[in-house]
C-alpha cells in the first residue's frame, strides 16, 4: 500500500500481527479502521471481505467483494468470492434472494470456466434451494464429470435424486461418496435413511452402529436428528446428543455474530397473550390434521394466535381453513432468518411454538436466534432439540407422562399435557369403497400398517411374518411408498415362508380416500422404534385399533400416549413377544376387538376444545411466572 502516513503503517502492522496470531475479529477491526482513512484502497476491501468470509460474515463479506468487482468486473477470483459467500449466506439465512444471486453469480462465472467443477457444483447446490431439482440434477452431474473424485459432490448428488424420487440411484451416489471419503459421515447417515426408505436391511445394523458411535464421539459429524429417530437401539440420551451436535454445527457461528436481533422487550399487563406458531407445514400435510381445530378453538379473549408459514402454498381447501383460523397468517418465504425474527419481534409475540423441528424443511435458525421471550418445541419432530452453545435451544416441550416419563431426556423443561398430540375432529372423509376395490380378499381378517417404509425394521417385518404365520387366515396391507420397498418386502416375506400375496400394497390417494378405506382393515399393527403418529389418529379415528410396542424414547411412546388417552392400554404391548401374541389373539378372536371401547370421534382424543383449554393453561403459567430480565443477553 503506498501510504506514508505514520498512523496508518502502524494500524496495517497491528492488523497484519492480529491475523498472524489468529485474531481474526480484531484484525478485522483494524483493517475497518484503516478502510475509513483509504476508502478506495481494493487491498484492505479484500482483506476485510476475507477476513468477515472466514468469520461466517457473508453478508459483510458479500459487500465488500461487490465493491471489488465494481473496480474490477473482469475479476473471476472477486466474482467467485462473492459466489461463496451469497452461497453461505443463503445456507445461514435461508434466503431465497441469496440463492438467487448466487444462481446468477456462479452462471455468469462458468461462461468464463465451464469446465470448473467447483462452479456447478454450488450452482447445482443453490439450484436444490431454489426447487429446481432437475437443474441441480444436470450441474451437479457436469460438477463429478469434471471432478469424479469428489465425494461431496456425489453427496449432493444423492441428496437431489432422493428428492427427485430415485432413491436407487442416491444410494448409489451416497455408497460413491463414501467410497470415495469413508469420513463423510452426513453420507453414512443419508445413506443409512434410504435403505430404510427402501426396506434394504442389509449391513444396517453395522452401519446403525457407526452412526451412533459418531453421535456419542465425533460431534462435528453431521447426522441428522430427524433420520437418526428412526435408528433401532438409538437411546434418548443419544437422540438428546444428536440434536445437540447438529445445532452447534448449524448456529453456532450465527448465534454468535448476531446478538443484535436478540428481543428487546419488557413485559407489560396486556389484554392477550400473543402465541406465534411456526411452521413449513400449514398445507394438505398431516399437521394440519393435528393442529387445524385446535386453532380455531382458541379463546380469542385472551390470546392472539399468530401463523409464520415458510412453507409451500398448495391452494387446498386444508390450507385455506388455516389461513382462516389464525388472527394473523405471515408468509415468511421470502424473508430470510433475521428478517423472520425481526418480524416475529414486530409483531410482538410472547410465546413461540415451532411445529416442524429438525425436519427437511426447517428453519429452526428463527427460533435460535431467541425472537421472543419463550419459545416451545412440539409436534413436527418427535424428540428433543437438544442445547446450543450449552444453553437448552428451547426453553420448553409439550409432552405428557407416557412419552416421556424421564425429564432428563430433553434439553427443554416438560410442559405436561393430557395428551402430546391434538387432533382434528373434522377429518374429510371419502366415499365409501369395497374390498375388492382395494385388492383385498373378501374373507380374510386385515392387519394394517399405514406408516412410511422407513418406520418398517427388520425385527418388526419378522414379527409381521410370525404374525401371519400363526394366522392363516390373515393378510397385511401396507402403504405403497416406492417399488424398491414393494419388492424388498415381498423378497423378505417369501424367504420368511409367507407367500408374497398376503402382502397387499395400499396405493397412495388423497387423504380422503385414504381415510375412507380405513373401515377395510382389523387391526393397525403399529412400528417400533418410530412409532405411528398421525396415521395412528388416523386410525382411531375411523374406529381401527392400534396395536404398539411401549418403546423407551418419544418417537416410540406416542402411539401408547394416543391409546392411553382414547382410553385403550390394553392394545399397549411391553415386548415384542407381548406384541405378536395379541395380533395373533385378535386375529384369531376377531370378535374380541368389538369389545374395546372404539369411541372414535367421540373420544376425548378428539376433543379440540378440552385440548385448546388445556394447552392454553400452561401458556398462561408460563407467561405469569416469566422473569422478562433473565431472557435479555
Not at 430415485?166 to 469420513?183: K, V, W
Not at 417385518?461 to 396391507?477: D, T
Not at 396395536?547 to 423407551?552: D, E
Request: with cysteine; charged share 20%; glycine share 4%.
Amino acid at each position: 500500500m503506498q501510504d506514508t502516513n505514520r498512523d496508518s503503517n502502524q494500524l496495517l502492522n497491528q492488523a497484519q500481527q492480529a491475523e498472524l496470531q489468529g485474531n481474526n475479529h480484531e484484525a478485522l477491526q483494524i483493517y475497518q479502521q484503516l478502510l475509513l482513512l483509504h476508502p478506495t484502497e481494493l487491498g484492505l476491501h479484500a482483506r476485510c471481505g476475507n477476513l468477515c468470509a472466514q468469520l461466517a460474515r457473508f453478508e459483510e463479506a458479500a459487500g465488500y467483494f461487490r465493491r471489488l468487482l465494481q473496480a474490477n468486473k473482469k475479476s473471476d477470483d472477486t466474482r467467485n468470492a462473492l459466489c461463496y459467500c451469497l452461497a453461505a449466506l443463503g445456507n445461514q439465512a435461508h434466503s431465497n434472494s441469496n440463492y438467487l444471486q448466487a444462481e446468477a453469480c456462479f452462471e455468469e462465472v462458468i461462461q468464463h470456466q465451464p469446465g470448473n467443477a467447483a462452479y456447478w457444483y454450488n450452482l447445482g447446490n443453490a439450484q436444490r434451494e431454489l426447487g429446481k431439482p432437475q437443474a441441480a440434477l444436470e450441474s451437479l452431474r457436469l460438477s463429478i464429470k469434471f471432478d469424479p473424485n469428489d465425494a461431496d459432490a456425489h453427496n449432493n448428488l444423492g441428496n437431489v435424486q432422493r428428492e427427485l424420487g430415485r432413491l436407487d440411484a442416491a444410494i448409489a451416489s451416497y455408497e460413491r461418496a463414501l467410497q470415495i471419503n469413508p469420513n463423510l459421515h452426513h453420507a453414512l447417515a443419508h445413506l443409512v435413511h434410504q435403505k430404510q426408505h427402501i426396506c434394504d436391511w442389509t449391513d444396517l445394523d453395522v452401519q446403525i452402529t457407526e452412526i451412533r458411535r459418531l453421535v456419542r464421539e465425533e460431534p462435528s459429524a453431521q447426522i441428522s436428528p430427524f433420520a437418526f429417530l428412526a435408528l433401532s437401539g438409538a437411546t434418548a440420551s443419544e437422540q438428546k446428543q444428536c440434536a445437540s451436535n447438529w445445532a452447534n454445527n448449524l448456529f453456532g457461528h450465527m448465534i454468535e455474530n448476531s446478538a443484535q436481533t436478540a428481543p428487546n422487550k419488557t413485559k407489560n399487563a396486556k389484554e392477550k397473550i400473543n402465541i406465534g406458531y411456526l411452521s413449513a407445514d400449514f398445507r394438505l400435510h398431516p399437521l394440519a390434521f393435528l393442529i387445524t381445530e385446535l386453532i380455531e378453538k382458541h379463546d380469542r379473549n385472551k390470546f392472539k394466535v399468530v401463523a409464520y408459514s415458510y412453507g409451500a402454498v398448495d391452494n387446498t381447501p386444508t390450507r385455506k381453513r388455516l389461513v382462516k383460523a389464525f388472527d394473523q397468517f405471515n408468509d415468511i418465504r421470502s424473508l430470510n432468518d433475521i428478517q423472520a425474527v425481526q418480524k416475529i419481534q414486530q409483531d410482538d409475540i410472547d410465546i413461540l411454538v415451532d411445529l416442524t423441528g429438525f425436519t427437511q424443511t426447517s428453519r429452526t435458525g428463527i427460533v435460535a436466534l431467541k425472537p421472543a421471550p419463550i419459545s416451545i418445541n412440539w409436534l413436527g419432530y418427535a424428540g428433543t432439540m437438544g442445547y446450543l452453545n450449552n444453553k437448552p435451544l428451547f426453553d420448553y416441550i409439550f409432552a405428557d407422562h407416557i412419552i416421556a416419563p424421564n425429564p432428563d431426556d430433553f434439553s427443554e423443561q416438560l410442559l405436561y399435557l393430557p395428551c402430546y398430540q391434538p387432533n382434528d375432529s373434522q377429518r374429510p372423509i371419502g366415499k365409501n369403497t369395497t374390498k375388492v376395490e382395494n385388492n383385498l380378499p373378501a374373507d380374510v381378517f386385515v392387519f394394517c400398517c399405514f406408516n412410511q417404509t422407513f418406520k418398517i425394521t427388520a425385527a418388526i417385518f419378522s414379527a409381521w411374518m410370525r404374525i401371519l404365520e400363526h394366522a392363516p387366515n390373515s393378510v397385511l396391507w401396507l402403504l405403497d411408498c416406492n417399488p424398491w420397498a414393494k419388492s424388498n418386502l415381498q423378497r423378505e416375506a417369501e424367504n420368511a415362508g409367507v407367500a408374497a400375496e398376503r402382502i397387499i400394497f395400499a396405493p397412495r390417494v388423497p387423504i380422503t380416500e385414504h381415510l375412507a378405506r380405513h373401515v377395510h382393515a382389523n387391526l393397525f399393527l403399529d412400528t417400533l422404534p418410530y412409532n405411528a403418529h398421525t396415521t395412528a389418529s388416523d386410525a382411531l379415528f375411523m374406529g381401527v385399533p392400534v396395536l404398539t410396542i411401549l418403546g423407551n424414547t418419544l418417537a416410540s411412546r406416542v402411539a401408547a400416549s394416543l391409546l392411553t388417552r382414547a382410553g385403550l392400554p390394553e392394545l399397549i404391548a411391553n415386548n415384542l413377544q407381548d406384541y405378536e401374541q395379541k395380533a395373533v389373539f385378535f386375529a384369531q378372536h376377531p370378535e374380541k376387538l368389538n369389545e374395546l371401547n372404539l369411541a372414535n370421534k367421540k373420544s376425548p382424543l378428539f376433543d379440540a376444545s378440552q385440548f385448546a383449554r388445556d394447552i392454553e393453561q400452561q401458556y398462561l403459567n408460563i407467561w405469569g411466572k416469566l422473569d422478562i430480565s433473565t431472557k435479555l443477553p
